[in-house]
């Protein structure tokens, strides 16, 4: 069992960066891939990006493509989302998730709410 738990969101304005953070606790971190994923109101959950366990290998949802960088710090237990040139179509839930494998999430946090205005 993997406990998650996301911080960083808040209100910005479009053009502006956020870093997210999540702080993960359970089982060993670093055996887990780690992602983001997002939901919008009114509309599905989306993945947003994911991690392999070592941090070598990324991918990303091509609408965040060069705005968003996932990271992680196996030493603190954490996964970063850093967000820059936000625009009002992120604003969302964003939600930490954690699996055996990229693309294969068992653990999700409760997520944190960004707001982008226009």
């Known amino acids: 069992q993997v406990q998650l738990v996301e911080s960083g969101g808040g209100l910005v304005q479009a053009g502006d960066s956020l870093r997210l953070s999540c702080a993960a606790s359970?089982?060993?971190?670093?055996?887990?891939?780690m992602g983001w994923s997002r939901q919008a109101p009114g509309k599905e959950r989306e993945f947003v990006a994911d991690?392999?366990?070592?941090?070598?290998?990324?991918y990303y949802l091509d609408s965040v493509k060069g705005r968003f960088t996932i990271s992680r710090d196996n030493a603190k237990n954490t996964v970063y989302l850093q967000m820059n040139s936000l625009k009002p179509e992120d604003t969302a839930v964003y939600y930490c998730?954690?699996?055996?494998?990229?693309?294969?999430?068992?653990?999700w946090g409760k997520g944190t709410l960004v707001t982008v205005s226009s």
């Open positions: 998730a954690a699996g055996p494998s990229m693309g294969v999430m068992h653990y």
């Open positions: 359970g089982r060993t971190f670093d055996a887990y891939a």
């Open positions: 991690i392999s366990w070592s941090g070598a290998h990324t």
